[in-house]
């Protein structure tokens, strides 16, 4: 048994359109477990911190200022490989069939989940919102 960890975020477009207990769904049925799970509103200089590996691309300031813009439910989960199939590709318009971002998201940008993409950056992004 893996203790590999992964964070998920359902971001504030899919809160917005109650959709969380959806996504948490496709996960439990796709025997991921939630490890924790809380609802959060962060601050744009949170959200700057979060990304800050974008940085220098030009997205950056667009992103920090949609993840800050409401709320969001972040979860722990224990696979990110699953995860990261799940999920989709990043653009709903190249996701696969009954993935979380073909099914719910509404663009590139507000494509309604992220996930970690490496054991290192899941490492850091649960410690980023689970500190405690």
Do not use: W
């Not at 960890?5 to 359109?17: F, N, Y």
């Not at 207990?21 to 949170?46: A, G, Q, R, V």
């Not at 199939?85 to 709903?92: D, H, R, S, V």
């Not at 989940?113 to 950056?121: F, I, P």
């Amino acid at each position: 048994m893996s203790n590999e960890q992964t964070l998920s975020i359902v971001k504030p477009d899919a809160v917005e359109r109650n959709l969380v207990e959806d996504i948490k769904n496709i996960f439990i049925k796709n025997s991921l477990n939630i490890i924790d799970s809380k609802k959060i509103h962060i601050t744009k200089d949170e959200a700057s911190e979060f990304y800050k590996v974008h940085q220098s691309k030009p997205f950056y300031n667009d992103l920090c200022a949609y993840l800050s813009s409401g709320p969001i439910v972040v979860m722990i989960e224990n696979a990110i490989l699953a995860n990261r199939k799940l999920m989709g590709a990043t653009n709903p318009k190249e996701a696969e069939e009954n993935t979380i971002r073909k099914l719910y998201g509404i663009s590139i940008d507000k494509n309604s989940v992220h996930g970690s993409d490496s054991l290192e950056n899941a490492k850091k992004e649960i410690e980023f919102f689970f500190k405690n």
